[in-house]
């Protein structure tokens, strides 16, 4: 691509609001952060339980990086399975109660790795807000995608009734990343029996933030799906991602999923860390219930000042709408001194532009109405 049609597109993405640069972090994700120079809180971060700084996690991450080396070397088809890899696998899948659970690089290659396995024919129905990998997903897959309303339960239904005798496969976030809401699981599993269809979910922004024990939306509603992907780089702390399922398929995905068998296994230090910080969350469980009421205390604050949140999770999205005036209030709310980063097309539905907010476990009350009046102050400056 010549240089001028590189600056063209950059322009044309500059004139539509929908630039994005980078924002320079100083230090460990903590609830506040030196950014760009000044110290801020974070209120967009995905550290949900406050992990990634966790002196525990930390000591397991350096011990394992001079035990095992900094790398896992190659790909496990290639160099080998580590011991270190195959605990973690354990635990994980005792932790989600399933047989097996296998390690991903991150969640993108875990969703698209899953897919591809699962359904490599027929026909996967995907709702409409589920997540870019599982968009990706599905579109590497090779099967006809059918794209349903968001939690459409009715939709779902008459979809796969109407491709009934096809090999189905149901794929969703367990909770959405930008609305911070929750699929429909026990009616979704409920489709998956009565039609044949293997269920895939998603619970990157669940576990660890919801459930009994942290185990997740679905051991919330009390279902199982064939497939549970994860991450290990939000509420635990870490990197890398996991799909825990049942034996078969956990040998399915070793044989069959592509970024499993051609991407380097995660590293002992993050494995390790991800391990820590797993013990972590069943060691304190009440962790989950902080992160819950810090978020239920970010509604109420900024309810009372006038902005209505609507989510039911960690995730409080606050929606302006136009995505200059998203970036105008993100901007100002910085200067106030909260990051909350705004949240723009393609991520989002045009006219639908946002301040994702996130809370962690380790905020302070304090913290949260600090923020809260921030931003009260921005949103009013900003309209």
């Keep these: 691509m010549a240089s001028d049609d590189v600056s063209q597109r950059l322009q044309t993405i500059r004139d539509a609001g929908l630039f994005r640069s980078l924002k320079t972090v100083a230090g460990p994700q903590e609830t506040r952060v030196e950014l760009d120079g000044r110290d801020v809180l974070l209120l967009c971060s995905n550290n949900y339980l406050g992990l990634a700084n966790d002196e525990r996690v930390k000591a397991a991450a350096a011990e394992a990086a001079l035990t095992y080396g900094a790398s896992a070397g190659a790909s496990r088809s290639v160099s080998g399975t580590m011991s270190i890899q195959i605990a973690l696998e354990e635990s994980l899948a005792s932790f989600k109660e399933a047989e097996a659970a296998l390690l991903f690089g991150s969640g993108y290659l875990a969703n698209i790795g899953v897919i591809g396995a699962l359904a490599p024919e027929g026909v996967v129905l995907s709702d409409e807000l589920n997540h870019a990998s599982i968009v990706d997903g599905c579109r590497l897959a090779g099967a ?14 008459a979809e796969l009734a109407r491709y009934a005798g096809a090999p189905l496969a149901i794929v969703t976030d367990s909770v959405f990343s930008m609305d911070g809401d929750v699929a429909p699981l026990a009616e979704i599993a409920a489709l998956a029996t009565r039609f044949g269809a293997k269920l895939i979910v998603d619970e990157a922004h669940g576990t660890g933030c919801l459930g009994p024990g942290g185990r997740g939306a679905l051991a919330a509603a009390g279902v199982k799906a064939d497939a549970i992907v ?154």
């Design 144 to 157: 006809a995608t059918v794209v349903y309303p968001h939690r459409d339960v009715a939709q779902l239904e």
């Design 230 to 383: 994860g991450t290990l780089g939000k509420a635990l702390g870490s990197y890398g991602a996991y799909v825990a399922c049942s034996g078969e398929i956990r040998e399915l995905l070793i044989n069959c999923a592509r970024s499993f068998i051609f991407a380097t296994a995660p590293a002992p230090p993050s494995v390790a860390a991800a391990q820590a910080a797993l013990d972590v969350l069943i060691d304190e469980p009440g962790l989950v219930d902080r992160l819950q009421a810090n978020a239920s205390l970010l509604r109420a604050e900024l309810a009372a000042g006038g902005l209505d949140v609507r989510s039911e999770t960690q995730i409080l999205p606050l929606v302006i709408g136009a995505a200059d005036a998203t970036v105008a209030i993100a901007e100002q709310a910085l200067r106030d001194g909260v990051f909350a980063q705004a949240i723009r097309p393609p991520t989002v539905p045009p006219g639908s532009s946002r301040l994702r907010l996130t809370v962690m476990a380790t905020h302070t009350d304090d913290d949260i109405r600090e923020a809260a009046d921030m931003l009260v102050r921005a949103v009013s400056a900003g309209l």
